[in-house]
């Protein structure tokens, strides 16, 4: 039930907290532990990357300099200066920006017959997707776009992160319209709009929620994609976690600089998701709870 | 297409009725067309290469041979076995460790406490981030002379330990690099199967005198279980096709002893870097046929339970 973005996620009943056991006290300290641990757990990592990236490698080599150090910016200027970083930056951006667009304006309403007619068998399709193994399908890709003279540009990135991102887009979207009451597309039609005018003028207004999950979520997944463009992208073609990868083959480990260029890649993502974090959640967990 | 009850002239107008009642396929079929020539032609052109000898490039000639590349495959003990042995050892492993820790952290952070945002901003960071960099990351900090983990086991004074370059070390290495970015995505769902769940039943079986595991174990888990399925499913469907912190932290044919290389690494291997196109694709088939079953098997057992 509480899929695509619902307010009920916090609401939790007061009464709660007064049915506590008498050893709550202990538990609170417990928790309140745990939760700290938990949380450097998952941040430390994260914030020694973002030290590192403003090291020198000496700095990086010395043990005693782990906290206290001059912090340098030369490894940002390194590698943005180097290997025209801007245009990976942008590709990276463009990809992900243009691949959810497409895969929005054909998966929602995709997402909205499915889900209406109950296409259980099509939305197996769709679906199929998201479990087949990218490699499988690259190498046939590989040669097909080959022959249209297609590898190394835009579009075949474009098409192949379509692949990640209409069965998200299909899976998310087909929860919230799952639990969008079906009444005032109904209401609406009783009013005198066809079918297809109540979607476009009461559903899809009422979506935005549901929307926004999906391509926060689809921009995200598009940006991190490592694999097609491994194989798919040309030398200015390339996005930024191929650019990553290629740095270490031929910087002998320049240990500060690959720090840098992680950070790059990560924090723009990082904001986002700072920004965007109950959407995130609610489409991550959607479909999480129905049978 | 903005179509209202007024009256139209007819082309219009049963355009109009046309796409209305049609409306059902002309949703669906773009988006069913796109994926569906994604798949199908690339899978049936890969079926076709796994009985061919295509080697160097998919242009150069090459012969039908059958189901030799088949045989070839599952006789292969150096290479194919131990992938398909790794592959579910971190599957499995990192599954089954993101399973407890994401349950865990999933009830620790079920009520309500002050500070819960900062908490819950924390755990979605791993689950965002490149994993790429992610992989690049734990590369620095696992390196075995300048790396922080060595440093933090020798204030223990425990000795150093070479993670990713020892031939024994570098897979339960990957499979911590995995748990650390996916639990967060298990705990997030866990959570919200939580959260969607009443409050009489635990109610109940603490009035009945339940202490806090029986409660867990015989109230909340049972009723959880369609969302930990769903886990279950999303997880060990990403984890099978793990890529990205394997290439990136051990490179090609997962290290010089092969020591993280799955299954999907290893056909990954043979399409791009070595171009052994007939013998990938048979892997590529039999790793896709592996996928299909494990999920019919989760799935299978979901209706099951659902049925009883």
Redesign the interface.
Known sequence: MTTAPSPTLRARPATRRRRRPIRSRAYTWFRAIALIVIVLAFILPLAWMLLSSFKTNVDIYDASKTLVFTPTFDNFANVLGRNNYFQFIFNSAWIAFASTALSLLVGVPAAYAMSRFSMGRSAGVVLLARIIPGVSLLVPWYFIFANLRLVGGYSVLILSHMFVALPLIVYIMMSFFDSLPEELEESAQVDGLTPIGAFLRITLPLSVPGIATSAILSIIFSWNNFMFALVLSGANTKTLPVAIFNFVSYASIDWGGLMAAAVVVTVPIMVIALFTQKYIVSGLTAGATKG | ?????AVRTSPQKAF?DW??NH??????????I???L??A???V??IY?SLTNAEGS??AEHDFIGLSNYAEVFTDVDRFWPAVLRTFIFTGGALVVELVLGMA?AL??W???R?ER?????????????????G???K??FDP??G?AN?LLGYFGIPAQPWLSGQATALPTVMFMDI?QWT??VV??L???L??LS?EPD?AA?IDGAN?WQRFWYVTLPLLR??VV??VLLRS?DA??T??IL??TKGKGGGAFHEVETL?VY??GL??DYND?GV??AV??I??LL??AI?WLITLRRKEK?AK
């Open positions: 297409m903005s179509a209202t009850t109009s796409a209305n409306r059902k396929w002309l949703f669906a079929s773009p988006a069913m796109i994926v569906g994604l798949i032609i690339p899978l052109w890969t290469l998919v242009r952290i620790l952070l009520r309500p406490f500070g900062w908490v819950r901003v924390a755990i979605l960071l791993p689950l965002v981030a490149t994993p790429v960099a992610v690049m990351m734990w620095l900090i002379n300048i922080f440093q650390w967060p995505m997030l769902i959570l919200a199967g959260t969607a409050d109610e603490r806090a369609t969302t769903v886990a469907i099978l096709k890529f990205d290439y990136a999907n056909a990954y399409s791009f196109y990938a694709s590529l088939i790793f896709f996928i299909i999920m659902v």
